[in-house]
């Protein structure tokens, strides 16, 4: 207990050395404070072969930790190149995340994921929706529609999907999906305390992964057939 005091104790004494750039000190951010931040985004594909669907390549990216190598995990290049938007997306999950660790946010833009799992999220995950649509709510095994112009909260192992959504000429969608990822417990310390200056929430102790979404593909999409709010468009991914 002793150690982990001490430990704790170090750990608060680097992070009051450090100072923010100015950009960086988001004391509070409201949706249209993010909206704003995300607009200013020039959104690249997404790396991500299950959110393709009917052809078109997604667009999206993910903030904070990320896999690197078959065991290892760093930080995201946009980590690096946008503190500004992970500061504005942690200042806005102060209030509205409810979620007690996450490593990473997952963004897109003007994506309409098929049926997919979330296979390397841990524990719980919070979705949120930005801009001027009507629909487009997450779909969830079990669950069914989930309004996400406000938080919400699902495991990203449960089978999920986009619903159709319709805009003005203007309008857009962005989604962010505050998680925590496998490869938390793997970061290296100044990767940590990076995360941690720029407002994530990383538990103070790894949190243990496990898989178990084998085979919930197929039964969701069965159930999702006879779902009227899928509109048929239920797709499985790979």
């Known amino acids: ?77 946009a980590t690096r190149a946008r503190p500004r938007l992970c500061a504005a997306l942690c200042a806005f999950a102060r209030e509205h995340v409810p979620l007690d660790a996450f490593s990473s946010v997952a963004l897109t833009k003007n994506t309409q994921s098929p049926l997919h799992v979330d296979a390397l999220n841990c524990g719980p995950s919070c979705i949120v929706a930005f ?62 305390e990076r995360l941690a200056d720029l407002g994530f929430r990383l538990p103070p102790r790894p949190v243990p992964y496990a898989y178990g979404a084998e085979g919930a593909l197929e039964a969701a999409a069965a159930a999702g057939a006879a779902d009227p709010a899928l509109r048929g468009r239920v797709l499985l991914a790979d």
Not at 25 to 34: L, P
Not at 142 to 170: E, I, S, Y
């Open 131 to 192: 801009g001027d649509f009507d629909g487009g709510e997450l779909w969830v095994h079990g669950r069914g529609a989930l309004d996400v112009k406000t938080p919400q909260t699902f495991d990203g192992n449960t089978p999920h999907a986009t619903l159709p959504w319709r805009t003005p000429v203007a309008g857009e969608r962005y989604s962010a999906i505050f998680f925590l990822h496998a490869c938390h417990d793997r970061l290296a310390r100044a990767d940590g």
């Open 1 to 77: 207990a002793l150690s982990d005091a001490s430990d704790a104790a170090a750990a608060d004494g680097r992070r009051a050395a450090r100072s923010p750039p100015a950009e960086e000190r988001v004391v509070a951010a409201t949706a249209a404070d993010v909206l704003d931040e995300l607009r200013a985004v020039d959104f690249p594909q997404s790396e991500r072969r299950a959110l393709r669907a009917e052809g078109r390549a997604p667009l999206g990216f993910v903030l904070g930790a990320v896999r690197r190598g078959p065991g290892g995990a760093t930080l995201s290049e």
